[in-house]
């Protein structure tokens, strides 16, 4: 199964994409984690990146494709995937399908997780609390917010014109999210 997870920051995409991988079989690649592992890594990409991420910027196409790429052909040859937080634009998505043609990896599916903003606010704020991450400020939240609805919401009508998009409501609970998931990909043709 190879999944492409969409949603706004505080969606639950994380907590998805590892419950989906996990249930499919598939490899959970999420451009966050690897950005902030180069990060802590100190390495080259890494410090590259650190700038866009602490201001809530979407790191550019370029950088991530060069982290993610290798990756996600790797995990779809060997079981497929589950992709959270790639890609984040439709530039950045239409690159990756030209690509995933000629390596023969396309998606199956576009999950697209919708929730009301004033809920996922709290949850990030809450997040950053209990995780104690520096990235989840209230200002750079809203930040974040106003980047995404720019940026990334579009992706929803991209793959909606692709015949892919699966909406699920990400205010139920995270259990009745998997649920409402995988009872939408189990219906996809084998």
Same mark, same amino acid.
């Given at each position: 199964?190879?999944?492409v !997870? ?33 990060? =802590? ?12 991420l ?6 550019? *196409?370029?950088?991530?494709?060069? !982290? ?5 052909? =790797?995990?779809?040859?060997?079981g ?8 984040r634009?439709v ?18 599916? =576009? ?8 809920? !996922?606010?709290?949850? !990030? ?32 009508d ?10 699920? *409501? ?9 649920? =409402?998931?995988?009872a ?7």
């Open positions: 199964m190879r999944v !997870l969409i949603g706004p920051p505080g969606s639950g995409k994380g907590t998805q994409a590892v419950r989906i991988a996990a249930q499919f079989g598939a490899e959970h690649i999420s451009a966050g984690d690897a950005l902030r592992t180069e990060i =802590a890594a100190g390495s080259e990409l890494g410090l590259r990146a650190r700038d866009y602490s201001r809530g910027d979407l790191v550019p *196409d370029d950088l991530v494709v060069e !982290l993610l790429w290798h990756r996600i052909v =790797a995990a779809a040859r060997a497929g995937y589950v992709l959270d937080g790639f890609p634009t530039e950045q998505a239409e690159a990756a399908y030209r690509m995933a043609v000629e390596a023969g990896v396309t998606a199956h599916a =576009a999950v697209y997780l919708a929730g009301d903003t004033q809920a !996922l606010v709290g949850r !990030l704020l809450a997040r950053a609390h209990v995780d104690g991450r520096v990235d989840d400020t209230a200002e750079v939240i809203s930040h974040r917010l106003e980047v995404y609805a720019r940026q990334t919401a579009p992706l929803a991209y793959y909606a014109q692709r015949g892919l998009l699966i909406t699920i *409501d990400a205010m139920l609970t995270p259990d009745e999210v998997t649920a =409402a998931i995988i939408a990909l189990d219906q996809l043709p084998a």
